[in-house]
């Protein structure tokens, strides 16, 4: 009775676990049926903006570079043309040129090296493309999104042959850098144009390698619709098993078939074996054996510890990047519009003989020239609030143009200038204000202050106090000093 109603127990767990599991895997397999087709569009556009900019960065650095070497050339041979003529038997701005060109042009998808440091989620994503490409099935995937399937994966590899080809510019660099280097070795005392030029030439090489290392790691960073996409896909074992065979890893350290199995395992030494082989070579070194192998480890680690900071001195550890011998300006590594910075200030004046209350609200947008100077333009509206609580009245009392120049000098501390266009009288409409010689001009000077607040929308709040040195001309006359807020965002 107890051995019957015991197999009936293992039966139900049993029958239990089954039923789970197949509800596990036709849930899924529903989900990977609702496979976002969306995901492939937007992979497609962020892999042919990235395309897009390393080329066109590609380019415009080696441009500078053969700009900057052509200059050098010609200091190089006004000081000593034989010498000169030894480091430069070419043309430097055709070579140039011509690698700007071949980078252009060329459109190999073949890739063999995902350059100085592993990158895990662009090879997960290089694998989930190939193994839906290889599985459409999965996804019920029409021909048409097949073939999208097929065209996103060539854009990929074609951008990861581009990086590629970057590191091999890096490389290219970095070596006529170490040539130029030796060659201006051998002089004892060098003209500041020349130092000036190979300083130019050392700033613009090591910009593009900066830059070429940012869009590695764009390729690396994935929004969260492609890492749901893998957390999903991680779940099929089928996938799992692809990339061990097909990832970038398994190929540049040949997996073994059956990696992760029993079967992988047979031959391999296990743990015990390991510390009898080391237990025996300790005894056969007598009673010194164990403090002779601790001598040989601390030896290899000295020796590995070595070897890491020469490739660290040579730039592996970093991209390729050598450390800079003048201030890096964080900014280049940025696109155009990551260096624009928008921003809203608000301004009160109060009642005067001429003037009623009013506020200006103004909006700018400013280019980040470096972490620490922005130079940019506005407007700004002028709003008549009456005179006092008693007698309010809204009304529109004028316009500004505006142009700034902000400085941060120490810290929280910055100095501001700007050139003002402004339009101080009531206006209904467009006709009143097109006559410019009823605009006044404002000269600003003066210090900011940037407040920490505990706010993600005004994290950046400065406060600016103001002189206007060209009040004192304007008719009728304005208020010399300006207080204004100011958030960018």
């Given amino acids: 009775m107890c051995r019957t109603a015991y197999i009936g127990?293992?039966?139900?767990?049993?029958?239990?676990?089954?039923?789970?599991?197949?509800?596990?895997?036709?849930s899924l397999t529903g989900k990977l049926a609702n496979?976002?087709?969306?995901?492939?569009?937007?992979?497609q556009s962020q892999t042919a903006s990235l395309n897009q900019q390393l080329t066109s960065q590609t380019v415009k650095y080696l441009q500078r570079m053969g700009r900057q070497e052509e200059k050098l050339k010609a200091r190089l041979y006004q000081r000593d043309s034989v010498q000169a003529a030894r480091l430069y038997p070419n043309d430097p701005k055709q070579q140039y040129a011509a690698l700007?060109?071949?980078?252009?042009?060329?459109?190999?998808?073949?890739?063999?090296?995902?350059?100085?440091?592993?990158?895990?989620?662009?090879?997960?994503?290089?694998?989930?493309?190939?193994?839906?490409?290889?599985?459409?099935?999965?996804i019920n995937a029409?021909?048409?999104?097949?073939?999208?399937?097929?065209?996103?994966?060539?854009?990929?590899?074609?951008l990861q042959a581009k990086l590629q080809q970057a590191d091999v510019i890096k490389q290219y660099v970095a070596?006529?850098?170490?040539?130029?280097?030796?060659?201006?070795?051998?002089?004892?005392?060098?003209?500041?144009?020349?130092?000036?030029?190979?300083?130019?030439?050392?700033?613009?090489?090591?910009?593009?390698?900066?830059?070429?290392?940012?869009?590695?790691?764009?390729?690396?960073?994935?929004?969260?619709?492609?890492?749901?996409?893998?957390?999903?896909?991680?779940?099929?074992?089928?996938?799992?098993?692809?990339?061990?065979?097909?990832?970038?890893?398994?190929?540049?350290?040949?997996?073994?078939?059956?990696?992760?199995t029993d079967q992988g395992m047979v031959g391999m030494q296990t743990r015990s074996q390991v510390l009898a082989m080391v237990q025996s070579a300790a005894?056969?070194?007598g009673a010194g054996g164990l403090s002779t192998i601790q001598q040989s480890l601390q030896t290899a680690q000295q020796d590995i510890s070595k070897l890491q900071n020469k490739l660290s001195s040579l730039g592996a550890g970093s991209g390729g990047m050598d450390m800079p011998n003048f201030p890096v300006n964080d900014q280049k590594k940025?696109?155009?519009?990551?260096?624009?910075?928008?921003?809203?200030?608000?301004?009160?004046?109060?009642?005067?003989?001429?003037?009623?209350?009013?506020a200006n609200f103004g909006v700018s947008l400013g280019y980040k020239l470096g972490h620490n100077n922005t130079v940019g333009i506005g407007a700004a509206y002028k709003l008549g609030l009456g005179e006092g609580f008693q007698h309010m009245a809204l009304s529109s009392q004028g316009i500004g143009l505006r142009s700034f120049l902000n400085v941060t000098v120490k810290k929280t501390w910055g100095v501001m200038g700007g050139f003002e266009y402004n339009y101080q009288q009531p206006f209904s409409s467009y006709q009143d204000i097109r006559n410019l010689?009823?605009?006044?001009?404002?000269?600003?000077?003066?210090?900011?202050?940037?407040?920490?607040?505990?706010?993600?929308?005004?994290?950046?709040?400065?406060?600016?106090l103001l002189w206007d040195f060209l009040s004192y001309s304007q008719i009728p006359k304005t208020s010399p000093v300006l207080f204004r807020v100011a958030y960018s965002f």
């Fill in 142 to 158: 029409s021909p048409a999104l097949q073939a999208k399937i097929q065209g996103v994966q060539a854009q990929l590899q074609q």
């Fill in 283 to 285: 005894g056969q070194g």
């Fill in 334 to 358: 940025k696109t155009f519009l990551g260096r624009l910075e928008v921003g809203v200030n608000f301004q009160t004046s109060p009642t005067t003989n001429y003037y009623p209350t009013t």
């Fill in 437 to 464: 010689s009823a605009w006044t001009r404002s000269g600003l000077i003066g210090v900011t202050k940037t407040v920490s607040m505990h706010s993600a929308v005004f994290k950046k709040t400065q406060v600016q």
């Fill in 35 to 43: 496979f976002p087709s969306r995901l492939f569009g937007r992979i």
């Fill in 175 to 260: 070596s006529r850098k170490a040539q130029i280097q030796q060659y201006l070795s051998s002089y004892s005392h060098l003209p500041s144009g020349i130092t000036n030029a190979f300083q130019g030439y050392n700033k613009q090489a090591f910009y593009y390698a900066d830059q070429v290392r940012q869009y590695r790691a764009m390729l690396n960073d994935p929004d969260k619709m492609m890492q749901t996409a893998l957390v999903l896909l991680n779940k099929v074992p089928a996938f799992t098993n692809f990339m061990k065979s097909h990832g970038f890893l398994a190929g540049l350290f040949s997996v073994p078939p059956g990696y992760g």
């Fill in 9 to 26: 127990l293992a039966a139900a767990l049993c029958l239990a676990v089954a039923v789970s599991h197949a509800q596990s895997t036709d």
């Fill in 100 to 138: 700007a060109q071949k980078f252009r042009q060329d459109s190999t998808k073949a890739f063999t090296s995902m350059g100085p440091e592993y990158l895990p989620y662009a090879d997960s994503t290089h694998g989930a493309l190939a193994f839906l490409n290889k599985n459409p099935t999965l």
